[in-house]
């Protein structure tokens, strides 16, 4: 199939994988991404095997659309032995280098500076590879994010900041948390390339994505790019939606799966057979990941000061 059915396909994929965790009942704190699925995977589509991407806490679409394995990705985060970090890490902390994810940091912001050193590392070692690291707009304001802006300048490291901004933080609003006009235009204080784009338009993402991590790529210095995304579930699994209904609603209209799948249609890639044999796929992909996850066993407790240092 074409790169942007596969596309679709990354994207249906990361849905249906959220919702089955989301229906369990021991499915822990989680924050979901959907609404922003067009994000993670127009972002990775741009990113090479040799590149690391690093996100925040709500990192499980991003984990999958850089090709963590869904099965080990599904027993981490219920804790099993069978998880990419068994077990051991969680939504927040776990990482698969070798798909190119060099983790999720739980700490708001925390990542960014973390970013920042991995760059710098490939730089020194001469490694061809860039780091996307990939944040929300609740991170945008942090401090940590104008220091590595600022060092990251200097030494034209060779990274890609991405903001995901999915217009909350929690349930601040983003023109209540951030002076800036457009959040990419804080790159431009420290020289960068920067640019803004609509995180729901899945062309529109990898397109950018793309240019930037090929300047990057060039030594040319860092890139700034701010996606604009939606975010269609609350804030976490625990958290009380504070918008209204009719907000909701309007939202779900703007679905960045059902507009590629819209575009895709109109374009003649796509018929309605395919869609279906499609969201089929990836709920039985996501059922498959599940029962792994459940015929995983825990950890042992004799195992619990293992890797600890």
């Not at 057979?273 to 499609?278: F, K, M």
Request: with cysteine; glycine share 10%; charged share 25%.
């Amino acid at each position: 199939m074409s790169g942007s059915i596969e596309s679709l396909r990354a994207m249906l994929l990361i849905r249906a994988f959220e919702d089955c965790l989301a229906a369990r009942k021991d499915h822990g704190f989680q924050l979901l991404s959907s609404g922003e699925e067009a994000v993670a995977v127009g972002l990775s589509s741009a990113l090479n095997d040799d590149d690391q991407l690093l996100t925040g806490g709500r990192s499980i679409g991003p984990a999958l659309a850089r090709g963590v394995k869904p099965e080990q990705l599904m027993a981490e985060l219920l804790g099993k032995t069978g998880g990419v970090n068994r077990g051991r890490a969680g939504r927040g902390h776990f990482s698969d280098a070798d798909a190119g994810f060099f983790g999720a940091h739980a700490v708001v912001a925390g990542n960014i500076t973390i970013a920042a050193g991995v760059a710098l590392a490939r730089k020194l070692d001469k490694d061809p590879g860039i780091v996307a690291i990939l944040f929300g707009d609740g991170a945008s304001a942090a401090g940590a994010l104008y220091e590595t802006l600022n060092i990251a300048a200097l030494w034209k490291l060779p990274v890609l900041f991405v903001c995901n901004n999915n217009q909350f933080s929690v349930s601040t609003a983003r023109e209540a948390s951030n002076a800036a006009e457009n959040i990419s235009d804080i790159g431009k204080v420290f020289g960068m390339w920067t640019k803004s784009v609509d995180g729901l338009d899945l062309p529109a993402v990898n397109e950018t994505a793309q240019t930037a991590a090929d300047y990057v790529r060039s030594g040319n210095g860092p890139a700034f790019i701010e996606f604009s995304s939606i975010r269609l579930r609350s804030h976490s699994t625990t958290a009380r939606e504070t918008r209204k209904r009719d907000e909701l609603a309007a939202l779900r209209l703007r679905c960045p799966i059902e507009r590629e799948i819209a575009r895709l249609q109109e374009a003649g890639t796509l018929d309605e057979a395919t869609t279906e044999e499609l969201r089929i796929e990836a709920a039985d992909r996501a059922e498959a990941a599940m029962q792994f996850a459940e015929t995983s066993p825990y950890p042992d407790p004799s195992e619990v000061l293992q890797h600890v240092v």
